[in-house]
């Protein structure tokens, strides 16, 4: 059987498509004697067959909205995954605004929408409006490696100006352990373990801090809102005399936020909030793997095909 092409056979195209998805495009051209063109098109071919065999699900009752960077100087596009079934299913949009996620609930439909309940994203208003607007039905979620992220933000500021604020010799504590005090402790070797520990020794306002943030994770463990709002305002009375403006300031972030950050505390709203975080450090291997290509189908296609089996 010819493939569209009708320059080779499908089945010809499928195993190029199939090395595809573990080599380079200039890899697979040199091992089969074709362009990189020539593979390129084969490729697309392979992964829009693959897409039609196994296209989104009709049911999307869980999503999970995210912006990636697509080149250099802050281009953006955004993708959606379903994480029922635990893969992306759309990526478009020239940037990150209410109307490039408008486009994913545009090409779903409406009906289709309907159906979407939860949508897991980071607290940036255009997707939230966005999603309010065209999935009726849907509880907005916040994602936890986001928040996180926020607070680790604040940590590093905290450090940063007590660096500034302290003397030569307590600078020694704190110089070049960024990573240090960022990472968890269970992620440290013993080296990294004994200067989390000196530099928790040295100075109190970090050692404050670090334990602020180690906590602060014990919030997405509870099932009861009540419970998890007891915790939040424990949480935030240790703040009191700190002087910590950072932390302040990511208290407020959360305050300001807490319905869709609360709104997992739901039985029914405990979804996997680590596969986006996953799918985007798959996209930049992708990426880099795709190095030179600006064709956001073709972006599109190798993102979406990636977490479809391949057939046997």
Not at 74 to 79: D, F, G, I, M, N
Not at 155 to 174: A, P, T
Not at 180 to 199: P, W
Request: hydrophobic share 35%; proline share 3%.
């Amino acid at each position: 059987m010819l493939a569209k092409s009708a320059r080779f056979t499908q089945r010809f195209e499928d195993r190029i498509g199939l090395l595809c998805r573990e080599m380079s495009i200039k890899r697979v051209a040199e091992l089969n004697n074709l362009s990189w063109d020539q593979v390129r098109r084969m490729e697309k071919c392979y992964m829009r067959r693959l897409l039609e065999q196994h296209p989104p699900s009709q049911q999307l009752r869980t999503i999970g909205v995210d912006e990636i960077s697509t080149h250099k100087g802050h281009t953006y596009a955004v993708v959606v995954a379903d994480l029922n079934q635990r893969r992306p299913i759309w990526l478009g949009g020239q940037g990150r605004t209410e109307q490039d996620l408008q486009l994913f609930f545009d090409t779903m439909g409406p009906e289709r929408c309907k159906t979407v309940e939860l949508a897991v994203m980071d607290m940036w208003k255009p997707f939230r409006k966005a999603t309010l607007s065209h999935a009726p039905n849907a509880q907005i979620v916040y994602d936890k490696f986001h928040i996180m992220r926020h607070l680790a933000d604040a940590l590093d500021q905290v450090r940063r100006s007590e660096y500034k604020r302290v003397n030569e010799k307590e600078r020694r504590f704190i110089k070049g352990q960024r990573y240090t005090l960022l990472s968890h402790k269970a992620n440290l070797d013993i080296e990294g373990r004994r200067a989390l520990q000196m530099l928790l020794k040295a100075n109190k306002r970090l050692h404050k801090a670090y334990l602020l943030k180690e906590s602060f994770g014990q919030l997405w463990d509870y099932n009861n809102p009540t419970w998890a709002r007891k915790f939040f305002e424990s949480w935030k009375d240790q703040l009191r005399w700190q002087r910590l403006k950072p932390f302040e300031k990511f208290a407020a972030l959360i305050e300001r936020h807490w319905d869709g950050i609360i709104s997992y505390c739901h039985p029914d709203h405990k979804v996997s909030l680590g596969f986006m975080e996953g799918l985007n450090n798959k996209i930049r291997v992708i990426q880099r793997r795709a190095y030179g290509i600006k064709d956001q189908e073709y972006l599109m296609l190798k993102v979406i095909t990636s977490f479809i089996k391949e057939p046997k």
